[in-house]
């Protein structure tokens, strides 16, 4: 049986020595790394960028209780985490700043978050737009 891992990423290490001491109830864990030229890219990245809970990550962790489903949890978030800026122009909301992917699809200019908030005239956050605290005071700000 062949287990893909997702396009840019690579396999670091498995652990189920927990579930082999004998406790079946705990999931082991996969750990995906960026692939070698991500990984060097990751490294020239701006510190504050690497610290910041929103940056991109260098390792992701699957869970599960087999060997499978932790790939697969693994690849899930590998595929769902932030890209590491450089070669690819992002959109930048004219609002609320959002930008290195966190932006996602303008309207005018506006990311859908600050769009939405500014047609219905209430806060409108989309779940699959993460924003800092800074970005969402600046959306928060058009009602003001």
């Known amino acids: 049986m062949t287990i ?3 396009n840019g990423w690579r396999f670091q290490s498995a652990d189920f020595s927990v579930q082999a001491s004998g406790k079946d109830t705990a999931s082991g864990i ?24 929103y940056g991109p990550p260098l390792y992701v962790v ?15 978030k590998a595929s769902l985490a932030k890209r590491i800026p450089g ?3 992002y959109n930048v909301c004219v609002t609320c700043k959002a930008s ?4 996602g699809n303008l309207i005018n200019g506006e990311c859908m978050n ?3 908030t ?6 409108v956050v989309h779940a699959n737009l993460n924003r800092t605290e800074v970005e969402l005071q600046r959306t928060f700000g058009i009602l003001v």
């Open 87 to 89: 070669n690819m122009e």
């Open 100 to 103: 290195d992917g966190r932006a």
């Open 62 to 76: 699957g869970h599960g209780m087999t060997l499978e489903k932790a790939i697969t949890d693994a690849n899930l």
């Open 114 to 116: 600050c769009y939405d």
């Open 4 to 6: 893909e891992i997702v």
């Open 30 to 53: 996969v750990t995906l790394v960026r692939s070698p030229d991500d990984k060097t890219r990751w490294h020239d990245m701006p510190e504050e960028l690497k610290d910041d809970d």
């Open 118 to 123: 500014r047609m219905r005239g209430e806060l």
